[in-house]
């Protein structure tokens, strides 16, 4: 199994997702909005199609996760399932999130903004990715950074731990 990826059997446990719609360019509720789910491990079979309300808000929907035992292990495999959601409204251009996240137990709020079509319509739909957590992704290695900073240099510098200046109340 690969850890980024949890399979059906791995996902026990549920998490919620609710999703909210609104206008990229006003910033208003976009009603009547389609939002499809499909799992990222088979995203052309869509699991659930919702349908925001006058609010741009879609009903809160129970999806699988993993347990949440995996959350608390900071060894474990992956703690949270990933889905991607199909995003269309009439008067807009369909939006695509690839990399919703669904932790056991807890509800998941993806806000959505729709960019509004003009004359010229296109096929093309916005795409969005969440990248895996730095825990669970394949991320270059941390660069290391010396103990003993040089105080001279302009900007801020990153201590190792907390340091409370002496004299200071």
Do not use: C, W
Request: no cysteine; net charge negative.
């Amino acid at each position: 199994m690969s850890q980024l990826y949890a399979t059906q059997q791995d996902r026990p446990d549920t998490g919620q997702l609710l999703v909210n719609v609104s206008s990229m360019i006003s910033s208003r509720a976009v009603s009547n909005a389609t939002v499809q789910i499909m799992d990222s491990n088979e995203p052309e079979q869509v699991l659930e199609e919702l349908t925001t309300d006058s609010n741009g808000q879609t009903d809160t929907i129970d999806l699988p996760a993993p347990p949440l035992e995996y959350s608390l292990k900071p060894v474990s495999a992956q703690p949270y399932s990933v889905f991607n959601l199909r995003i269309t409204a009439p008067g807009f251009e369909p939006t695509v999130i690839s990399g919703a996240e669904i932790l056991s137990g807890q509800i998941s709020l993806q806000n959505i903004s729709l960019i509004p079509q003009f004359e010229t319509q296109n096929d093309n739909s916005e795409l969005f990715v969440i990248p895996p957590h730095t825990l669970y992704g394949d991320y270059p290695p941390k660069i290391p950074e010396s103990e003993v900073k040089d105080v001279s240099e302009t900007g801020e510098i990153v201590l190792s731990r907390v340091v409370i200046p002496s004299g200071v109340r």
